[in-house]
């Protein structure tokens, strides 16, 4: 079978499962395990939708993606950024390390 046709099959025997379970959900109520049930069977409808879409347009390869280049200036940084914050592994600024 080709894979048209199994999802063919698999939908039709969806269809199937959603008419039983309605059944189901008449003579025995509308119960939490029912409920689950209900929205396991639309999950699986829209699981089956969304393969069918994927093989009916397959995507093509893409083409792979250059990173973003970043320009790092050559010019010194502000010395105002850094006038609240002591030099890492230094010490705190104006006093000598012990």
Do not use: F
């Not at 003579?27 to 879409?53: K, N």
Request: net charge negative; charged share 35%.
């Amino acid at each position: 079978m080709s894979v048209h046709e199994e999802l063919t099959s698999v939908q039709k025997s969806l269809d199937d499962l959603t008419r039983s379970v309605r059944r189901l959900e008449q003579q025995v109520g509308d119960g939490l395990d029912v409920r689950r049930v209900r929205t396991d069977c639309e999950h699986l409808r829209e699981s089956v939708a969304l393969l069918r879409q994927a093989v009916a347009a397959p995507a093509a390869p893409a083409a792979p993606k250059r990173p973003e280049l970043v320009t790092i200036p050559d010019t010194p940084y502000d010395n105002s950024l850094w006038v609240d914050t002591d030099d890492e592994g230094l010490g705190a600024r104006d006093r000598r390390a012990p």
